[in-house]
Each structure stands twice: as C-alpha cells, then as structure tokens.
C-alpha cells in the first residue's frame, strides 16, 4: 500500500484536485490524516483493487494536440485531393 498526496493522485490520474477532493469526501478513495506542524495533510491511500475501480469510472480524453493533428492531416488530404483535380484538368486542357 502507497501513500500519495492529493496533488501528485490528480497529477498521476490527469485530475483536477477539485475532483480528487470530491472523490475524497464521497469517501470513494481510502484515506490517512496526518498532522504535521500543526495542519492535517490528507493522504490517498492507494490500493491496486480501488485502483481499478476508479480507472474503470474514468472518462479518458484525446490529447488535444493528437486531434489538432488529425485534423489538419485530413485537411491537407482533401487538399492534395483538389490539387490532382486540378492537375489533371490542366493536363488534359492543354493536350
């Protein structure tokens, strides 16, 4: 069993801390409170079957920069597409 902070869970499962903290309170992650110098640090406990169970509840989402690139590589598909187009009606102007 691993100790994490709440800041390095939601780093680790690309989380806000918001969310982290929701998932907290709602008890759905396993916890420890710790009091170090006066202040409660709260830390996820972290188990391999909660594991799956939250990666199961997540909702992956695309890399915005990979879906930048997939669409400009259909854009500049249909763009070659119309410069053949264009070719070849020049090509069979001129014969």
């Known amino acids: 069993m691993q100790r994490m902070t709440i800041k390095a869970y939601a780093i ?3 989380l806000s801390i918001y969310n982290v903290m929701k998932m907290v309170r709602a008890e759905k992650l396993h916890t420890d409170v710790v009091e ?3 202040k409660e640090l709260t830390y996820i ?20 920069d990979q879906r930048t690139l997939e669409e400009e590589v259909s854009l500049l598909k249909a763009e070659v597409a119309m410069l053949k187009r264009e070719v070849a009606a ?5 014969n």
């Open 12 to 14: 680790k499962h690309k």
């Open 45 to 64: 406990l972290v188990e391999a079957e909660q594991e799956a169970r939250i990666r199961d509840q997540i909702i992956p989402t695309k890399d915005p």
């Open 36 to 38: 170090t110098q006066g």
């Open 90 to 94: 020049l090509k069979s102007v001129r």
